[in-house]
């Protein structure tokens, strides 16, 4: 088989290259980045027969329209943006064959915020601290992760896999549930905060990226303590001086000066990667335990869904 190029069209409104992200550096400050929705970027390379550790191409509410120079596969997962194919829509979540000079091109979006695009091979682009996602707030490192008009991507093809398919791995929800873990700063803020935080339906502002979403809600807090910068990490929910609650995503910094009040577990953070602006979110309080056999859980069951 020959090798294929992807090339784009147009760009979409913000779609990048990304994987399972960079582990072990924040001590010297690297973000973690990565798909958001981790869960869908491995399913879609199992689905391609893929290592879970290839890139995809993370597409956000807006997809761009790509070309292939040679024939391959593809699987789409996350949101349903109506994903076309040569003009012909194609279903989501099960090994797409496709031919040379094929289209994808996107519609709008009808269930979630993110989808997450696999093709069959070794993705040959640029790597850092072994990562092809881009390293957010630098100017000059990484640069090529967004997509650009008329980009190429190089893959490295090889012999085409069995047909797959999986159940659907994006469901929108009127109210997303996120579990938490009470963090460092929570036994400092009062009785009423905690029930304000914890008792409500929390809209999402507009103010989200994949640094993080920041919520509509006013949570007091009053404290003589003085803060200062402590480590955080993607899932860390903080009490900003408004008083909104801000989830800390993929690309967030790796300290922070503002009280830590709780943590989403990791196996729900797939969750919030669906979540656009205006949806709601409601915060379950679990312990360690809870949260423990809930992770082991959720490593059990990407087991079996990738036999």
Known sequence: ??????????????STLQDQGRMGFQTFGVPVSGALDRKSAVLANWLVGNDKDQPVIEITVLGPELTFSAAGQLALTGANLHPLLNGRPIPQDQTIDFRAGAVLSFGKSCNGCRSYLAIAGEWKVERW????????YTENLMTTSRLEKEQQIL?????????????ETSVKKDCVEVRILE????????DEALNSFLEVDHVISKDVNRMGMRLKTRIDFCSATEMISSGVIPGTIQIARSGQPIILLADAQTTGGYPRI??????????????????????????????????????SKEARESV
């Open 155 to 167: 893959i490295e093809s090889r012999v085409l896999a069995e047909h797959r398919s999986i159940e």
């Open 262 to 299: 709780a943590n989403v577990i990791g196996v729900d953070m797939d969750l919030l990667a669906q979540c656009r602006p205006g949806d709601t979110v409601r915060f379950h309080l679990v312990g360690l335990q809870e949260a423990y056999d809930l992770f082991h859980e959720a490593l």
């Open 183 to 190: 963090g460092p700063e929570f036994s400092l803020f009062t």
């Open 1 to 14: 088989m020959s090798d294929l190029i992807v090339e784009v069209i147009k760009p979409g409104l913000f």
């Open 129 to 136: 601290l072994g990562s092809a996602c881009a390293v957010p």
